[in-house]
């Protein structure tokens, strides 16, 4: 690319507060690949560098990751932004080691990076690539935990409604204030019929 042989610009990226920060490593090389401004004394140091910014924002979001996951694991709660910020993280910086990558192998054809650094970048290509892998499964597994919880949720509605079922029949009845009901005019015998039937149906129900 013909704008290599006058100006380049590095991404330089790291983790800040839960968020990917970007910072440009700009430098102005002559056409032999001499840098002549820039803060760096070589395009090998500044590509270096943006590879070890890299490598460590990498191995901060698999931390938070391995984090969540074991959250998750042990049942603990896990608000759905703490997910998003991962997957976003590991995702970004998938981008920026494919780009690092590329990037890697134009000034390797011209000299300016050695194969090594290339070699290196195309490790973190890997790893980032693995890591955006990983933040989909920690996703995978969220929605899990939380389609089990709605689950167990349903249930217990479910099974609430399903007890009180005799209580509303019992109650129906004896709430037409009908002379003829046996027990009618015995409140607590009545209330303790409805204890009993509730007790009995959600026995019953344990059992099946």
Do not use: C
Not at 77 to 90: D, F, L, N, R, T
Not at 106 to 112: H, K, P, S, T, Y
Not at 201 to 208: D, E, G, P, S, W
């Amino acid at each position: 690319m013909e704008y290599l042989s006058e100006h380049i610009q590095i991404p330089l990226v790291h983790i800040k507060n839960g968020d990917i920060v970007e910072e440009k490593i700009d430098i102005v090389v002559d056409k032999e690949g001499r840098v002549i401004q820039g803060p760096y004394p070589s395009v090998q140091d500044a590509y270096h560098k943006a590879l070890e910014s890299l490598s460590n924002a990498l191995g901060e979001v698999e931390n938070v990751l391995d984090a969540l996951e074991y959250r998750l694991e042990m049942e603990e709660p896990v608000k759905p932004g703490e997910i998003y910020a991962a997957s976003y993280m590991a995702h970004a910086l998938y981008y920026y080691a494919a780009y690092l990558y590329q990037l890697g192998r134009e000034l390797g054809a011209r000299g300016m990076a050695p194969p090594r650094l290339l070699s290196y970048a195309r490790a973190l290509r890997r790893k980032a690539l693995f890591i955006r892998r990983y933040a989909r499964d920690v996703r995978l597994l969220h929605a899990t935990v939380v389609q089990l919880s709605l689950d167990a949720s349903m249930k217990r509605l479910t099974w609430l409604g399903t007890v009180a079922l005799p209580a509303i029949v019992i109650t129906g009845f004896y709430g037409m204030n009908l002379d003829w009901l046996p027990l009618a005019d015995n409140p607590p015998a009545v209330f303790l019929i409805l204890a009993s039937a509730v007790a009995a149906f959600a026995y019953i129900l344990n059992k099946i």
